[in-house]
């Protein structure tokens, strides 16, 4: 696929399942935001950067800090909810966010592929595929030729 990939839209509230007692909440971009998607890139596990807008319909809720760049990794799956006929990007950001952010715009460049979807018969085993993720997200991000990334003009939510 044609990395990078530009994704934005507003935090949609998903089924609530999993995330938070994973230790892994994933914040949802609404359908059609990820459509581009489906027809060049697999399902699977995906890292890259976001950012989260600190305001929602111009209320500051946020901390300052946290409308920053962030690592994240990224879900893209079929919505069984749509008779998996819909795509769902789910982003897990690697900051400690001290609230919620639902409806607030968030921005990402999905920058490269770590690995298929699988199917977890155990909760430890998901949790411990989570973590490595992560490692293996921040380790491709520390590459020099990443860096730039982070600075890109697509993340200027800040402003
Ligand atoms: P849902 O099913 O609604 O997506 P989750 O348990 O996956 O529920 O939690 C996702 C929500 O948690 C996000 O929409 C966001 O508001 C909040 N959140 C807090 N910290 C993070 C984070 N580090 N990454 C992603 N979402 C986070
Ligand atoms: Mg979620």
Redesign the pocket.
């Known amino acids: 696929p044609p990395f990078p990939i530009h994704l934005s839209g507003a935090?949609q509230?998903?089924?609530?399942?999993?995330?938070?007692d994973l230790g892994c909440?994933?914040?949802?971009l609404p359908d059609g935001s990820v459509t581009s998607m489906s027809s060049v890139c697999k399902t699977g596990v995906y890292y890259g950067y976001a950012q989260v807008s600190r305001t929602k319909d111009g209320h500051d809720e946020l901390a300052n800090s946290d409308s920053k760049v962030y690592p994240m990794v990224m879900s893209l799956g079929w919505n069984p909810f749509y008779k998996n006929e819909r795509l769902t990007a789910?982003?897990?950001?690697?900051?400690?966010?001290k609230s919620?952010?639902?409806g607030h715009e968030m921005r990402a460049l999905v920058l490269g592929y770590i690995r298929p979807e699988l199917d977890y018969t155990s909760r430890e085993a998901l949790i411990e595929d989570i973590e490595i993720d992560k490692r293996v997200a921040l380790k491709s991000l520390a590459r020099p030729a990443y860096e730039a990334f982070a600075l890109d003009p697509h993340f200027r939510l800040s402003k």
């Open positions: 935090v509230r998903g089924f609530g399942r999993g995330g938070k909440p994933t914040a949802n789910e982003i897990h950001l690697m900051h400690d966010y919620d952010f639902y």
